[in-house]
């Protein structure tokens, strides 16, 4: 009987001992490294790299000022050689006067150049060249006759090539102490040349 509680005794020591043998806490504390754990740091050493662009892409083109483009400049200079259409006019001189009914004038003096080739006809100021005035957005008295005016060259021929000078014109002045825009322009033609005196009493 005693011999049977022994071996009893051993049994239940055997299987325990079973037991705590495979629960070891050295299974719990394994140094191989898990899965999740060298995932980890597999991540911690491979580079980072930056996200790239499309190296095809062009860069970016800031936008730059264009110059502007040149205005034609279409003011009357005193001296300056005009060449409008097919002939040169030189206004040299401009001056107040006054007509045979008392009234007062702007004369213009210039030089005349027929520049249109051989082949062409010849040419007279008076039926080439037109001069108006405005004041106060009026265009004031186109035909002026003057003692001081000397229509003589106006009516002159000119062939192609070939200039005359000293031509005289005028324009009729409505209030002497209001400005007076001056224009210039070919018979037939929409060109104009323009000057804005201010100030007339400058050109007594």
Request: with cysteine; aromatic share 6%.
């Amino acid at each position: 009987m005693k011999s049977n509680k022994v071996f009893v005794f051993l049994l239940i020591a055997i299987i325990v001992f079973s037991l705590v043998a495979c629960n070891k806490p050295g299974d719990l504390n394994d140094p191989r490294p898990s899965e999740s754990s060298r995932e980890a740091e597999d991540s911690k050493l491979e580079p980072k790299t930056e996200p790239v662009g499309d190296p095809t892409e062009k860069p970016t083109e800031v936008p730059t000022e264009k110059p502007s483009s040149e205005v034609d400049d279409h003011t009357i200079v005193i001296g300056k050689p005009i060449q409008i259409g097919r002939f040169e006019v030189v206004i040299t001189e401009l001056k107040v006067v006054s007509t045979l009914v008392e009234k007062d004038a702007l004369r213009i003096t210039y030089d005349f150049t027929n520049t249109e080739g051989k082949d062409k006809d010849e040419t007279r100021p008076i039926f080439t060249v037109r001069f108006k005035a405005f004041q106060n957005g009026v265009e004031t008295e186109e035909f002026v006759l003057s003692l001081q005016v000397d229509l003589t060259k106006i009516l002159t021929s000119v062939k192609p090539g070939e200039q005359i000078i000293g031509v005289q014109d005028a324009v009729s002045i409505d209030d002497m102490n209001a400005p007076l825009l001056l224009e210039l322009s070919l018979y037939g033609d929409d060109e104009v040349y323009s000057l804005e005196i201010n100030d007339l009493n400058e050109y007594k």
